[in-house]
């Protein structure tokens, strides 16, 4: 049962719980993200407070109240709100085991309409563009270290920071995309499972983020990604995945899973930096809980990582199956030149265009033509935050630099595999080709691996190992930090229950 009164601290405010309310008084702080040092600017956020949470919980913000001197002089400003059932947050219920998927898709729709219902305008827009994310990113980096005895450690910034500026730097494209297909939004802005409550009539969603309303014009995916982070910080990752995917269906949201990833880094980091100023003020926990946090969000950095990697080697040496086998665990996009070369020709996949080496739609000028057209279709899906796998024989070092100076336009991880096979095997593989996109025979592929230039830097893979080795092999290449696998985010259409 819970106690009759009760007294509750954040970094910027104090609620009181007295019978079947709460009260809500403003510290009278600045904390240079916020300034409520004036009983003036308390009143202002007060009643912003109430506004904005009536969104999505119109019965439990009753209004602004003054409190008065004895004098009869007003001296403070609360909040009042219908107090919520502490067991009923989703937080507790979550922590205690209790089924929470009806609520998550509850919520995930309530989101979503609050996100469509959001006006749009130039200044809600330009907050959403990648400047605008870069500079809040960068004035986190400044709080935190503008502090003292900081208990994130200094290395871990900084690869936050690397890696956060990485992503951005190269995905203009995308988050100029966001904005004019109108995904900014008026959101909440700070969506945590303790502030939302899980009632026998519907969620109620409370403590939406008033007092910089910048910080609320966001990405509604970003908006969301809060409540993902605050969900796997409980240990319920597969909560997380449903209620983004729930979130992402119910908005028509086709970001890809990258950007998921940095939202849901962008949170943990917004969380990481609450907890070093709740532990500069004295908080005992809040030094584990920053570090905590700090891993979080350099796992979905990782994981969202844009990649470019090339899988080459001469015919029949296995680098078409073992592009499809990473594509698959990945979830990136194959690029394959046999498929681009004849579409660009305008021939079927499955055609033969089989020609004596070095002639028909092989000569060298088609070559060229193929290999750009592949680093350019690449160019713009790396640009929107799709990682890309290029299947071609990359025998040729200056279509290789060629690639790599793409991967360092768009900040993207180049990652190079060579795929071998012994002899005996290449010639069963090419003896036993029916169909099929290829058109190379064992002249050719003879042809091509004596002309193949050196390619010390590839990860070299043996294919003719069992396929799953192989494709582990290849996995770890690509993704050294996350043990060959990096989280992938799916959006499902399961229902809840």
Known sequence: MEPWAQIKETHAGVVIFLGDHAYKVKKPVGLGFLDF?????????????????????????????????????????????????????????????????????????????????????????????????????????????????????????????????????????????????????????????????????????????????????????????????????????????????????????????????????????????????????????????????????????????????LVGGPPATGKSTLASAIADRLGNTVLSSDRVRKEIAGIAPEQSAAAPFGEGIYRADWTERTYEELLSRAARLLRHGEPVILDASWTDAAHRAAAERLAERTCSDFVALCCTAPPHVVAERLSHRVGGVSDADQTIAAAMTARAAPWPEASEIDTSAPSDQAREQALRAIHPRCGGVPRRFHRSRMQPG
């Open 37 to 309: 040092t004036t009983l003036e600017a308390r009143r202002t956020i007060c009643q912003e407070e109430v506004r904005l949470n009536r969104r999505l919980a119109p019965d439990v913000y009753e209004g602004v109240a003054d409190v008065l001197s004895p004098g009869g002089e007003i001296c403070e400003h609360l909040v009042v709100m219908r107090r919520m059932p502490d067991e009923r947050r989703l937080a507790a219920l979550i922590r205690s085991g209790s089924p929470v998927e009806d609520h998550l898709h509850q919520i995930a729709r309530m989101v979503a309409s609050m996100h469509a219902r959001s006006p749009h305008s130039p200044e809600i827009d330009e907050e959403g563009g990648w400047n605008a994310l870069r500079s809040r990113w960068m004035a986190s980096f400044a709080q935190v270290r503008g502090l003292r005895d900081v208990p994130v450690g200094g290395d871990v910034i900084s690869e936050i920071e690397l890696l956060t500026v990485r992503f951005i730097d190269g995905r203009h494209a995308l988050f100029e995309a966001r904005v004019s297909a109108c995904r900014i939004v008026d959101g909440h802005g700070d969506l945590l499972a303790d502030d939302v409550f899980c009632l026998d009539d519907g969620p109620r969603i409370l403590d939406c983020l008033e007092f910089d309303e910048r910080l609320r014009f966001v990405d509604g995916l970003d908006d969301a990604a809060f409540l993902a982070m605050d969900l796997e910080r409980l240990g319920a990752d597969r909560l997380s995945e449903l209620f983004l995917g729930w979130y992402a269906e119910f908005s028509g949201d086709p970001a890809p899973p990258s950007l998921w990833h940095h939202y849901v880094a962008y949170r943990a980091f917004v969380r990481a930096k609450v907890a070093c100023l709740r532990h500069a003020q004295g908080d005992a926990d809040a030094a584990w809980r920053s570090r905590e946090l700090a891993e979080l969000t350099l796992r979905h950095l990782r994981a969202g990582a844009i990649t470019l990697v």
